[in-house]
């Protein structure tokens, strides 16, 4: 089995890729890894994602990175799966507030790969698999950084964490139907801009430890 690991930045999965290189266990299990670094955001990731597909086809994609949590039920530091994922800033802002593209009516809320809005995973048996908190995340393209904007996005989407990625993983592999699982750790609360509260490299840390205990059991 192929499984293809994916992260917007080395430095996410770093560790992981360290133990890969020293551990006999992968020697015991039939599963080759690939590894991909897609830079930062939606536009950078589908695109490496799609070229290395016109290349290879793994058997499962997992998509590993940190985020910011709208909740204090998942702290900095806490690791969780996503199930649903949604784009939170594709839209326009009016003088009644924010429209996303299916407000608009620009795209029908539930045009596949989309349901109800969202990108949600079907692969039950993975997120099962991870023994992670379950959540819905939103995807942007702009940190969110004012209390306005998070409300927004938790209210509207019930998001639990945001990040940059992950809709574009979620969007590229039901397309190409690929099974998938995308795994986030949490280095800040989303609209904290203090770094001194931020957590970077414990969610890094519990990332990899998590992201190791996953690909063990596949």
Same mark, same amino acid.
């Given at each position: 089995?192929n499984c293809?690991?994916?992260?917007?930045?080395? $430095?996410e999965?770093k560790?992981?890729?360290?133990? +890969?290189?020293?551990t006999?266990?992968?020697?015991?299990?039939?599963?080759?890894l690939?590894?991909?670094?897609?830079?930062?955001?939606?536009?950078h990731?589908t695109y490496?994602?799609?070229?290395? $597909?016109?290349v290879?086809?793994?058997?499962?994609?997992?998509?590993a990175?940190?985020?910011?949590?709208?909740?204090?039920?998942?702290?900095?530091?806490?690791?969780?799966?996503?199930?649903?994922?949604?784009?939170?800033?594709?839209?326009?802002?009016?003088?009644?507030? @924010?429209?996303?593209?299916f407000?608009?009516?620009?795209?029908?809320?539930?045009?596949?790969?989309?349901?109800?809005?969202?990108?949600?995973?079907?692969?039950?048996?993975?997120?099962?698999?991870?023994? $992670?908190?379950?959540?819905?995340?939103?995807?942007?393209?702009?940190i969110?950084t004012?209390?306005?904007?998070?409300?927004? @996005?938790?209210?509207? @989407?019930?998001?639990?964490?945001?990040?940059?990625?992950g809709?574009?993983?979620h969007?590229t +592999?039901?397309?190409?139907?690929?099974?998938?699982?995308?795994?986030?750790?949490?280095?800040?609360y989303?609209?904290?801009?203090?770094k001194?509260?931020w957590?970077?490299?414990?969610?890094?840390k519990?990332?990899?430890?998590?992201?190791?205990r996953?690909?063990?059991?596949?």
């Amino acid at each position: 089995m192929n499984c293809l690991i994916v992260a917007a930045t080395s $430095l996410e999965i770093k560790s992981f890729i360290a133990h +890969c290189r020293t551990t006999d266990k992968l020697n015991h299990i039939d599963l080759q890894l690939d590894f991909l670094i897609t830079g930062v955001g939606m536009v950078h990731t589908t695109y490496a994602l799609l070229k290395h $597909l016109q290349v290879k086809q793994p058997h499962i994609v997992v998509n590993a990175g940190i985020a910011g949590s709208f909740s204090e039920k998942y702290p900095p530091g806490s690791v969780v799966v996503v199930k649903d994922e949604l784009i939170a800033d594709l839209g326009v802002t009016e003088k009644d507030g @924010y429209k996303d593209v299916f407000d608009l009516k620009l795209q029908p809320a539930s045009q596949f790969p989309f349901t109800k809005k969202k990108l949600s995973n079907p692969h039950k048996v993975l997120l099962q698999r991870t023994k $992670l908190p379950v959540v819905t995340s939103v995807s942007v393209n702009q940190i969110t950084t004012s209390k306005k904007t998070a409300t927004l @996005y938790s209210d509207k @989407y019930k998001a639990a964490i945001e990040n940059m990625e992950g809709a574009a993983v979620h969007y590229t +592999c039901l397309r190409e139907n690929i099974p998938f699982v995308q795994i986030r750790s949490i280095s800040n609360y989303v609209g904290d801009r203090n770094k001194k509260n931020w957590k970077i490299n414990d969610a890094v840390k519990n990332l990899n430890t998590e992201l190791i205990r996953l690909v063990e059991s596949l």
